[in-house]
Nanobody
Framework: VQLQASGGGLVQAGGSLRLSCAASGRTFSSSDTAWFRQAPGKGREFVAVARRTGDIYYEDSVKGRFTISRNNAVQTIDLQMNNLKPEDTAVYYC??????????????????WGQGTQVTVSS
């Protein structure tokens, strides 16, 4: 699976952005697809996952503000981000795993990564 992320930018606190990730490859429908983020000086952090099963999970700080969605027909993974906060500032990465039985929020569980897109939220 190859991934290409887009949609980052600069927004004021309280604003919205939509990130998109286009995937190619024959195993997309059997993959878990996720978004991670990495702020300066910090490790890569789980944001949300849309599983091959249809189940969806979010990191606590983004629940109610972010929505992940995937479209297997066109092989895209989107992240709608509303009510953005300065602490959401980071480089955001889309990721996909090989087939997994259980959900994982660990970066090491994901085999394929997009190039990252910068999201900056000003206060």
């Amino acid at each position: 699976v190859q991934l290409q992320a887009s949609g980052g930018g600069l927004v004021q606190a309280g604003g919205s952005l939509r990130l998109s990730c286009a995937a190619s490859g024959r195993t997309f429908s059997s993959s878990d697809t996720a978004w991670f983020r990495q702020a300066p000086g910090k490790g890569r952090e789980f944001v949300a996952v849309a599983r091959r099963t249809g189940d969806i999970y979010y990191e606590d700080s983004v629940k109610g503000r972010f929505t992940i969605s995937r479209n297997n027909a066109v092989q895209t993974i989107d992240l709608q981000m509303n009510n953005l906060k300065p602490e959401d500032t980071a480089v955001y990465y889309c990721a996909a795993s090989s087939w997994r039985y259980r959900m994982s929020s660990a970066p090491g569980a994901y085999d394929y990564w997009g190039q990252g897109t910068q999201v900056t939220v000003s206060s």
